[in-house]
T-cell receptor, first 112, second 115 residues
């Protein structure tokens, strides 16, 4: 099993603050994805990073893939209540089957 | 709405029983994935089918089995249920499977409670 550890596990912040979520593994992945999941729903893909060192921006969200393709981070600037949810990183297997290995998750609450 | 449908939404059953969860992928998607999400284990990959054939296996117990039918819908069968099998079960689908990465679209899940 390819384990991805996320930190922190829980995060509660005030609206307008910045935050960073980390996703770490001892395994190398062909690519890494970030998902957001809301209660009662399945995960929804936010971004895919493929190249070591790659940085992608999605409005106030910035995603970075580590140089060795083993870790990633998600930075949110000026968090809003609508950002509340469970954030999951997922490593894509290198076997070609494209099945995902999900991280342990970070539950974010943004307080108005 | 991802376009992936799962039934039933909720399922309550007793230990030792057998249940079947159903998934209909997005129109045109050939690949179906099953995942289990529990509080202590997080979201774990169980099994993948591509165009009717098993493509990859993850942490799927021997008591669990799945299949994909000619119309591409898939069923996950869980037997000899134990309390620890209580979890959310998600199905996801993608256009294809292979060396190129295709986005997976997740259904709303089936919440299984084993009493």
């Amino acid at each position: 099993t390819q384990l991805l550890e996320q930190s922190p596990q829980f995060l509660s912040i005030q609206e307008g603050e910045n935050l960073t979520v980390y996703c770490n593994s001892s395994s190398v992945f062909s690519s890494l994805q970030w998902y957001r999941q809301e209660p009662g729903e399945g995960p929804v893909l936010l971004v895919t990073v493929v190249t070591g060192g790659e940085v992608k921006k999605l409005k106030r969200l910035t995603f970075q893939f580590g140089d060795a393709r083993k870790d990633s981070s998600l930075h949110i600037t000026a968090a809003q209540p609508g950002d509340t949810g469970l954030y999951l990183c997922a490593g894509v297997s290198q076997t070609g089957a494209n099945n995902l290995f999900f991280g342990t998750g970070t539950r974010l609450t943004v307080i108005p | 709405d991802s376009g992936v449908t799962q039934t039933p939404k909720h399922l309550i059953t007793a230990t030792g029983q057998r249940v079947t969860l159903r998934c209909s992928p997005r129109s045109g998607d050939l690949s179906v994935y099953w995942y289990q999400q529990s509080l202590d284990q997080g979201l774990q990959f169980l099994i993948q089918y591509y165009n009717g054939e098993e493509r990859a296996k993850g942490n799927i117990l021997e008591r669990f089995s799945a299949q994909q039918f000619p119309d591409l819908h898939s069923e996950l069968n869980l037997s000899s249920l134990e309390l620890g099998d209580s979890a959310l079960y998600f199905c996801a689908s993608s256009v294809s499977s292979g060396s190129r990465l295709y986005e997976q679209f997740f259904g709303p899940g089936t919440r299984l409670t084993v009493l």
